[in-house]
């Protein structure tokens, strides 16, 4: 619980060391104030480069997320980062605080962000697709937004921060049982299509108000791309 984890924080702001880290608590007990406390830690660990964290079915909310995003935002040397919320209340505050903390570091390659089942709406989104076109030397990207009241805004947010992202190679988006419409799709259409280095791609809208018109933007901008290898729709 919070209480082991606030102790695990309190050590690793000691290991200034330390380059890789991978950290599960999935379906404990753990909150925010062990989220914050790791966190914290986190935040003293200049030489990361790689992090994965999974707080998949835990307490953790708002503030622990925050607190993760701010840490999360000092590691300069971060070049890939997977993250795990599935069936949190992390909120858009989290989200928007963990997009803030990735959008400082503009030397990652790859992100893997899980937001399924959470409370993670348009806010949090649309701050994570804001810090997304900071982040130029991107080369893989996965988010998984599945069941979560994400809609129009926060999709043409993340389109929009797509395009930016010239080096990308591989991009897969969860974006089933949200509340994304054909202006969210035609948005992330209009993104992929400036992504010449893409490879594989994999996008799924099952369960969402995507029409034709959002399928057709979404098909026009992937026939521009001559280079793709493989896409799963």
């Given at each position: 619980g919070d209480t082991g984890a606030v102790a695990i924080g309190s050590g690793l702001g000691k290991l200034e060391q330390l380059q890789q880290i991978t950290m599960k608590f999935n379906d404990t007990q753990v909150g925010d104030p062990g989220a914050v406390a790791i966190g914290s830690g986190l935040g003293k660990l200049e030489q990361l480069q790689q992090i994965t964290m999974n707080f998949n079915g835990t307490k953790v909310g708002g503030e622990?997320?925050?607190?993760i995003g701010s840490g999360v935002g000092n590691l300069k040397q971060l070049q890939k980062?997977?993250?795990?919320?599935?069936?949190?209340?992390?909120?858009?505050?989290g989200a928007a605080a963990i997009g803030s903390g990735l959008g400082k570091l503009k030397q990652l390659q790859q992100i893997e962000m899980n937001f399924a089942n959470t409370n993670v709406g348009d806010t949090g989104a649309v701050a994570i697709g804001s810090s997304l076109e900071k982040l130029e030397q991107l080369q893989q990207i996965t988010m998984n937004f599945y069941n979560s009241p994400v809609g129009d805004a926060g999709a043409v947010a993340i389109g929009s921060g797509l395009g930016n992202l010239k080096k990308l190679q591989q991009i897969t988006m969860y974006f089933e049982r949200t509340e994304v419409g054909d202006a969210g799709a035609v948005a992330i259409g209009r993104g992929l299509e400036k992504l010449k280095q893409l490879q594989q791609m994999t996008m799924y809208f099952n369960d969402t108000q995507v029409g034709d018109t959002g399928a057709v933007a979404i098909g026009s901008g992937l026939g521009k791309l001559e280079q793709l290898q493989q896409i799963t729709m």
């Open positions: 622990g997320a925050v607190s980062v997977q993250m795990y919320f599935h069936g949190t209340a992390v909120g858009d505050a």
